[in-house]
């Protein structure tokens, strides 16, 4: 079983920074891509920025420039820093990891964190 666990929300100004971290445990062999969705009230789920294992990044047009996402192989954990913060993106931050093995003969799985609640506001 593989668990992700983030942590690094909360509450902070317009204009202000937060670093998310999200850290990926159990039996894993390896983990293809890892990155952060968010979810705002009576919205859908989208992509806020993705990176490979190879350390390609992906990132939505709305954060591009203000957000940097970033990985650590060796300790299966991914960040993502969140600079110039603006109202629009207080939402639920959620980790997902892609592509995950659980061994060398495992099938691919992807597997969600709990959330974490980022509010900006003044």
């Known amino acids: 079983q593989v668990q992700l666990v983030e942590s690094g929300g909360g509450l902070v100004q317009p204009g202000g920074s937060l670093r998310l971290s999200c850290a990926a445990s159990?039996?894993?062999?390896?983990?293809?891509?890892m990155g952060w969705y968010r979810q705002a009230p009576g919205k859908q789920r989208d992509l806020v920025a993705d990176?490979?294992?190879?350390?390609?990044?992906n990132y939505a047009a709305y954060v591009k420039g203000r957000f940097t996402i970033s990985r650590d192989n060796a300790k299966n954990t991914v960040y993502l820093q969140m600079n110039s913060l603006k109202s629009e993106d207080t939402a639920v931050y959620y980790c997902y990891g892609g592509g995950v093995r659980t061994s060398s003969r495992s099938s691919y799985g992807r597997y969600w964190g709990q959330g974490t609640q980022v509010t900006v506001s003044s």
């Open positions: 159990g039996s894993i062999f390896s983990i293809n891509v």
């Open positions: 990176i490979s294992s190879s350390g390609s990044t």
